[in-house]
């Protein structure tokens, strides 16, 4: 008698079992790249959000010491910021730091450090020092002061 080429029932089995081990291996390694990707994407945003707010800063053109926080709106509507400013040893200097969080979860995403320097404006019409310049020796006031009637 002749015996009939095939599978047997075992062979089959072990071939199912492999094809479902990597099916399921690519199924992770594709959700993994997904959720890599969108932790990069958010970290690149924060950094990006980070930066515009020590930009606006130095736009501002005038540093106050202190603490801030808020949120992007409805831009971004997950995301908060902190800034804060603070004086160094050196007259003028300041280090700004700037904190993106999610809101949600309050999970920090991204920090952002650097230091600004704000030097005192000291009029050329006035030899003595400061006494005509605004408080501390600093120049007028910034844009936040006019916005809230100037500087008392």
Same mark, same amino acid.
């Given at each position: 008698? /002749?015996?009939? +080429?095939?599978? /047997?029932?075992?062979?089959?089995?072990?071939?199912?079992?492999?094809?479902?081990?990597?099916?399921?291996?690519?199924?992770?390694?594709?959700? $993994?790249?997904?959720?890599?990707? !969108? =932790?990069?994407? @958010?970290?690149?945003?924060?950094?990006?959000?980070?930066?515009? !707010?020590?930009?606006? $800063?130095?736009?501002?053109?005038?540093?106050?010491?202190? =603490?801030?926080?808020?949120?992007?709106? *409805?831009?971004?509507?997950?995301?908060?910021?902190?800034?804060?400013?603070? +004086?160094?040893?050196?007259?003028?200097?300041?280090?700004?730091?700037?904190?993106?969080?999610?809101?949600?979860?309050?999970?920090?995403?991204?920090?952002? !450090?650097?230091?600004?320097? @704000?030097?005192?404006?000291?009029?050329?019409?006035?030899?003595? %020092?400061?006494?005509?310049?605004?408080? *501390?020796?600093?120049?007028?006031? %910034?844009?936040? @002061? +006019?916005? #809230?009637?100037?500087? #008392?």
């Amino acid at each position: 008698m /002749s015996r009939l +080429r095939g599978f /047997s029932l075992l062979e089959v089995l072990v071939a199912i079992l492999v094809l479902g081990v990597g099916l399921v291996g690519i199924t992770e390694g594709i959700t $993994l790249a997904l959720r890599s990707h !969108k =932790e990069c994407e @958010d970290h690149t945003q924060a950094a990006l959000l980070a930066a515009g !707010k020590i930009e606006l $800063l130095r736009a501002d053109g005038w540093l106050t010491e202190g =603490e801030e926080e808020g949120e992007f709106g *409805s831009n971004f509507p997950r995301l908060g910021w902190r800034q804060i400013v603070a +004086r160094t040893d050196t007259e003028g200097l300041y280090e700004v730091t700037v904190a993106i969080a999610d809101t949600r979860s309050a999970v920090p995403i991204y920090e952002l !450090k650097t230091l600004l320097f @704000d030097p005192p404006y000291l009029s050329t019409l006035d030899s003595e %020092g400061a006494r005509g310049a605004g408080p *501390s020796g600093r120049r007028g006031p %910034g844009p936040r @002061d +006019r916005a #809230q009637g100037g500087a #008392q």
